[in-house]
């Protein structure tokens, strides 16, 4: 089977983006993998380090080899880690890629902290692919009143210290700041800067990760796949939905949990097969 950097390049050669969702619990799990499976995709399942205490590091990466073992192209990330020794702890359970968070962080400290997440994956020699981010979207993958404290137009990232950035660190897969924001903002979510992405794709030459494109319009997104955004996360819109659905499956007469959490699962599967769509061009 293809590896997760070769479908990147696959992805780059048809100008689409692979979906990345945000997974803490099996039927999570569920929904994703039956989704991508439906449509013949490549996915990527997310967890952040909160997600990983729940779901656990060695059962996910379990559930991931399962359906690789199967044949399908299901792709496992360890999302906004803030600490080398998190991220040296995935590397080592076996995941395809992770993402060291050091963006509150001074530059010269988020560059040296995310060097040396790149030297550990590379030295264990498994193909580990390492992301950082550059320029703040907020912390929160929820419905928001406004838009987070830090983030504006002034705090996007520019395409000059992008380039430095990455060449600094070494990275795989770089996360900017370009109008993008984690969780949904009740007032509508701000557009996303094209032209910036497209700055920023022509300056690092690495593959492009969109956080926080829950709400962000189709068109928005049409625009950012094409700008150069090859990897895209939706997290807030599958929790709502998550909700939405278990919610009306405990109000029904079942007592069976596979039977009311099923609502859940069916209604995360209705979001993540319309992105997918979206995002392959499908």
């Not at 989704?35 to 590091?57: Q, Y």
């Not at 950035?165 to 924001?181: Q, R």
């Not at 030459?205 to 955004?229: K, Q, Y």
Request: aromatic letters at 6%; hydrophobic letters at 40%; one cysteine or more.
């Amino acid at each position: 089977m293809k590896t997760l950097r070769e479908y990147l390049t696959w992805a780059e050669e048809k100008q689409v983006a692979i979906g990345h969702f945000n997974i803490s619990d099996s039927e999570g799990f569920k929904a994703v993998v039956e989704s991508a499976a439906a449509l013949g995709v490549p996915v990527i399942i997310g967890v952040s380090e909160g997600e990983r205490d729940f779901i656990g590091v060695p059962e996910i990466v379990a559930l991931v080899k399962i359906e690789r073992a199967k044949g399908l192209p299901v792709f496992l990330n360890a999302d906004h880690t803030y600490s080398v020794e998190k991220v040296k702890e995935a590397v080592d359970a076996g995941f395809d890629a992770v993402l060291f968070d050091g963006v509150t962080k001074p530059y010269e400290e988020n560059v040296s902290m995310t060097c040396e997440c790149v030297a550990y994956a590379k030295s264990k020699g498994n193909g580990v692919l390492v992301e950082a981010e550059l320029g703040f979207i907020g912390q929160s993958s929820k419905i928001l009143d406004k838009i987070p404290e830090g983030v504006s137009e002034h705090t996007q990232t520019k395409p000059e210290n992008a380039r430095k950035f990455v060449e600094e660190t070494g990275i795989d897969l770089f996360a900017p700041s370009v109008g993008n924001i984690h969780g949904i903002t009740k007032g509508g979510e701000p557009n996303l800067n094209i032209e910036r992405i497209r700055a920023i794709a022509s300056a690092v030459g690495v593959p492009l990760v969109l956080h926080g494109a829950s709400g962000n319009s189709d068109e928005d997104i049409r625009f950012a796949i094409n700008a150069g955004v090859r990897i895209i996360h939706i997290n807030t819109e599958i929790r709502i939905a998550y909700k939405t659905g278990v919610g009306a499956g405990l109000e029904s007469d079942e007592i069976a949990p596979y039977k009311f959490m099923a609502k859940g699962i069916e209604e995360m599967k209705k979001v993540i097969v319309d992105k997918l769509k979206l995002f392959n061009k499908l």
